[in-house]
């Protein structure tokens, strides 16, 4: 498992890669269950088609990791900096995953699809999520700032604070109950008569 190496078609159950390098691998269409990636140091991976379930990744080191149509679901993703990935075709999806604290400052990921997930306290910032999809996501203090979210769908989120003079959000798709997440900086109060 470590050193450089090429792994196609595999499935790998209940592994403990904790804090051992899996620098230089190659891993293509592999599933991964139920895996521990915490503080591993995964620099000059890269992971192709892959998808990877029950995993905890919390803290592991993304330094040029390339992530290339990954499904992560019901994962523990703590902290991560996805900011250092590789940007060559980074594209992922998240269902049912814990992202709190994680960061995707400045990166490119239009039509990523978080589903039911916790994004608290994710940075966003210089972020392109144009035509993502916020299915119906946790996002106490995360930080949209110069965000692109053109065209996102945020309707079944919440808990979010997205200031629009500073975000493009041409087209962005909110429900009613969210304007409180767009006017909060007016101290305005908002009611629903009806």
Do not use: W
Not at 10 to 17: L, S, Y
Not at 36 to 62: E, R, V, Y
Not at 101 to 122: A, M
């Amino acid at each position: 498992m470590h050193g450089t190496g090429l792994f196609l078609d595999e499935i790998f159950d209940k592994i403990d890669f904790s804090n051992n390098p899996l620098t230089n691998i190659e891993y293509e269409n592999c599933t991964f269950n139920n895996c521990d990636f915490s503080n591993t140091n995964l620099s000059d991976s890269s992971f192709s088609d892959c998808t990877f379930s029950g995993c905890n990744f919390s803290m592991a080191s993304l330094a040029r990791t390339a992530l290339r149509d990954v499904v992560f679901k019901d994962c523990k993703m703590l902290g991560l900096r996805f900011e250092d990935c590789n940007p060559f075709g980074l594209s992922f999806s998240f269902d049912n995953c814990i992202l709190t604290h994680s960061s995707f400052y400045g990166c490119k990921i239009k039509n990523t699809l978080f589903k039911h997930s916790k994004l608290q306290e994710v940075d966003f910032t210089n972020c392109d999520v144009s035509n993502g999809l916020f299915d119906n996501c946790e996002l106490t203090r995360a930080v949209f700032s110069s965000t692109i979210m053109e065209k996102a769908d945020l309707r079944t989120s919440f808990n979010y604070s997205i200031d629009p003079e500073v975000n493009a959000i041409k087209k962005t798709k909110f429900s009613l109950q969210g304007l409180r997440g767009l006017l909060g900086k007016y101290d305005i109060e908002i009611d629903e008569i009806g």
